[in-house]
């Protein structure tokens, strides 16, 4: 099982971002897939889910409205486009299954700073 993030950077308040993350090593298409941030001294936070069987979306309250959540099952891949970004929105964000597919694993992650 492998998770590879990628699309952080440095964005100035009220910019975008889109982030993906590259799944490997598992059916992709039959797990859930949510995307979680980590901010510095803080514990990581789940941000957004996207269910398989369904295709509903379900999102943090501080980010509904800002951040849709997408997946491309062709590709084994789950995005997160982030619009309207905060400051508060900095931190290192990370995909993974629900359920986890492999315990205790989370990839690299990708770094997001929101900063004028």
């Known amino acids: 099982v492998q998770f590879v993030e990628s699309g952080g950077g440095l964005v100035q308040p009220g910019g975008s971002l889109r982030l993906s993350c590259q799944a490997s090593g598992f059916t992709f298409s039959r797990y859930d897939m949510s995307w979680y941030r980590q901010a510095p001294g803080k514990e990581r936070e789940w941000v957004a889910r996207f269910n398989s069987a369904s295709s509903r979306t379900y999102y943090k309250v501080s980010v509904k409205g800002r951040f849709t959540i997408a997946r491309d099952n062709a590709k084994n891949t789950v995005y997160l486009q982030m619009n309207s970004l905060k400051p508060e929105d900095t931190a290192v964000y990370y995909c993974?299954?629900?359920?986890?597919?492999?315990?205790?694993?989370w990839g690299q992650g990708t770094q997001v700073t929101v900063s004028s």
């Open positions: 993974n299954t629900e359920p986890r597919v492999r315990a205790g694993y």
